[in-house]
């Protein structure tokens, strides 16, 4: 499957269901200047991928990195 606007929409989803199953705001993971940004990649309007490092370092700091990447790497073999 190559890299397209869908799976880039699929990331962003994917990114959002868990930064709220974190119970984390926008807000609290990117800070005032963010939180426009990183919400049109979690709706799939922004296909920066440099926003995914805030949701990478979010699993880190919750010692819970393998469990996101396993389910980043399922969204991006076979879609949401």
């Known amino acids: 499957r190559s890299y397209d606007m869908k ?3 699929d990331i962003g989803e994917y990114c959002r269901k868990y930064r709220e199953s974190k119970q984390v705001t926008l807000l609290e993971l990117g800070g005032t200047d963010q939180i426009k940004n990183l919400s ?3 709706h799939g309007r922004s296909t920066n991928v440099n926003h995914l490092t805030k949701y990478v370092l979010l699993s ?3 010692k819970d990195n393998d469990n996101f990447m396993s389910g980043l790497t399922e969204v991006v073999k076979n879609g949401w």
């Open 40 to 42: 049109a990649f979690e």
């Open 60 to 62: 880190v700091s919750l």
């Open 7 to 9: 799976t880039s929409k």
